[in-house]
């Protein structure tokens, strides 16, 4: 999945903008947990991505586990 978090100058970027990077390559698939995450981050400043991104990405290794 395409993901702006620390890969690139992006992640220095406000979350509107890092949102709008997310859709201007449209040759790579859109990361929509980093997209929801970053929605989040607009309306709460003080929201964590990179910890957010890492707790959801626990939850779907271990429900993938259960399968």
Not at 19 to 46: C, G, K, M, R
Request: with cysteine; glycine share 2%; net charge negative.
């Amino acid at each position: 999945m395409a993901s702006s978090r620390g890969n690139d100058d992006t992640s220095k970027l406000e979350p509107r903008a890092q949102f709008a990077a997310l859709f201007a390559d449209d040759s790579q698939a859109i990361d929509l947990i980093e997209a929801a995450l970053l929605i989040a981050a607009e309306h709460h400043p003080e929201f964590d991505l990179a910890d957010c991104h890492r707790q959801i990405e626990k939850l779907a290794t271990e429900a993938r586990e259960q399968l």
